[in-house]
Nanobody, 124 residues
Framework: QVQLVESGGGLVQAGGSLRLSCAAS????????MGWFRQAPGKEREFVVA????????YYADSVRGRFTMSRDNAKNTVYLLMNSLKPEDTAVYYC?????????????????WGQGTQVTVSS
């Protein structure tokens, strides 16, 4: 069982940066692949990025590649999402997710554990 708690969301102007954190409970955090999704009002939950449990594989959605960077610190049981060059269309609730596998990462059904989400608002 893994519990996830996101933090770091807020209001930022277009072009700015934010760093989200996701703290995980459990002694086996290092064996979980981690991901970030987001959901804007009136839209379906959307894949953002996934990082394998080894940290050796990272997969980004086209919409964020080159602007967002995901990393993990297994010693702190935490993953991070650094978001640069933010755009108003990045506005959404961002969710952290965990899974024991690293396949079909773009599908929310592939992820077993979810955080409660943190709001990111980008003003134009």
């Amino acid at each position: 069982q893994v519990q996830l708690v996101e933090s770091g969301g807020g209001l930022v102007q277009a072009g700015g940066s934010l760093r989200l954190s996701c703290a995980a409970s459990g002694r086996t955090f290092s064996s979980y692949s981690m991901g970030w999704f987001r959901q804007a009002p009136g839209k379906e939950r959307e894949f953002v990025v996934a990082l394998s449990w080894t940290g050796g594989s990272t997969y980004y959605a086209d919409s964020v590649r080159g602007r967002f960077t995901m990393s993990r610190d297994n010693a702190k049981n935490t993953v991070y999402l650094l978001m640069n060059s933010l755009k108003p269309e990045d506005t959404a609730v961002y969710y952290c997710a965990a899974a024991t596998a690293f396949r079909r990462v773009e599908s929310s059904s592939s992820w077993s554990y979810w955080g409660q989400g943190t709001q990111v608002t980008v003003s134009s």
